[in-house]
């Protein structure tokens, strides 16, 4: 039987931490958020909670931490920055989820859904700038006030290209463009760029060099690629209640997955009928869904996919060969094969 809500997440939790060595600290980053937003009594602090708790897989601190790590630096000076890292990424979530429409994240109402639409947006709006704060407290932790500013350009850097990546989806959807480039372009943007931004964090505020730092920002890049493309397939092969999400809002908002693009490369001419039409919003998602999934099945578009999540997830190992051979590095390796094998 699937699970969901609180026991799913701390079962992808003890999956991660049977690979990762800071499972210590993610659990404290957890409490840390708790603790940031239960303690208040307004309605902010009630949103802010709800969207955060209970965390999700903890990915992104997770990158801070062990990013720390491989550059030989200590990951309790980072701690604040892997809360933050979890604030950035949920933040975006909140936003997801009312430009989608969607009314599950994570197993439950989403903010937009629980709250309104005007007080989820100051909601993740509040939550991106806890991630410049929780920068910001580094300074108590040890990190060099050069390294936070270079970690504050990072991450406005890498948001603004979260933004590019969000705009460009629009307008890849809006066209209707199956072209494959054009997708892994915005897939580097939208999803990379907050891998990357947790990434180069912690090699900074780790202390590590240059060198240090680009290598991990290429695993980073690589590694989110592959992490989009898997969830692309997760939405044409888990259902709701395993995945805590709508498992047909790509079908409703007409995304155009790398599934679909495939699809539509390797179909004929009554498949590219069938799948626009099936994107096009009319109709009822489920079954427009199930007409998808048969197609994505028959062309090997699915196969294709899963392919193509273990070639960037390789190429993400593969930078990792600029880091010190350490644990840490070992830990890295194997979270991006743990990241296209996943069910949520």
């Not at 997440?9 to 603790?35: C, K, Y």
């Not at 040890?142 to 890498?158: K, L, P």
């Not at 995945?243 to 007409?254: A, F, I, L, Q």
Request: hydrophobic fraction near 45%; charged fraction near 25%.
């Amino acid at each position: 039987m699937a699970k969901s809500g609180i026991e799913g997440d701390l079962q992808a939790r003890n999956v991660l931490s049977s690979i990762n060595g800071v499972a210590p600290l993610i659990m404290e980053v957890s409490a840390g958020l708790t603790g940031r937003w239960t303690g208040g009594h307004s309605s902010l602090d009630s949103m802010c909670s709800h969207a955060l708790v209970p965390s999700g897989k903890m990915f992104r601190p997770i990158l801070v931490l062990e990013s720390a790590l491989a550059v030989g630096g200590d990951a309790r000076v980072v701690l604040p920055a892997a809360m933050g890292a979890e604030s950035g990424h949920v933040a975006s979530l909140v936003h997801d989820d009312i430009i989608d429409d969607d009314e599950i994240r994570r197993g439950k109402p989403s903010v937009q859904h629980q709250f309104g639409v005007d007080n989820a947006i100051v909601a993740g709006d509040a939550l991106i700038f806890d991630l410049f704060l929780s920068l910001a407290e580094c300074r108590k932790t040890g990190a060099a006030d050069s390294r936070i500013v270079a970690a504050f350009d990072v991450v406005a850097r890498r948001g603004i290209e979260l933004c590019r990546g969000q705009i460009m989806e629009a307008e890849i959807c809006e066209r209707m463009d199956f072209d494959r480039e054009a997708y892994l372009t915005m897939a580097g943007l939208k999803t990379a760029s907050l891998f990357k931004g947790a990434c180069e964090c912690g090699a900074l505020l780790g202390g590590g060099d240059d060198a240090m730092v680009e290598a991990l920002s290429r695993y980073a890049e690589n590694l989110g690629i592959a992490f989009q493309i898997h969830d692309d397939l997760l939405s044409y092969t888990r259902e709701t209640g395993v995945m805590g999400k709508p498992d047909t809002s790509d079908v409703r908002n007409g995304r155009l997955t790398l599934p679909v693009i495939l699809a539509y490369e390797l179909g004929d001419s009554m498949d590219r009928l069938a799948i626009t039409d099936g994107l096009s919003g009319e109709g009822d998602p489920t079954a427009n869904r199930q007409a998808l999934i048969t197609i994505l099945e028959r062309t090997g578009a699915l196969a294709g996919t899963e392919r193509l999540a273990a070639h960037y997830s390789r190429q993400a190992v593969d930078a990792l060969a600029g880091l010190p051979v350490t644990l840490s590095r070992e830990r890295l390796a194997r979270f991006a094969e743990e990241a296209i094998d996943r069910d949520r």
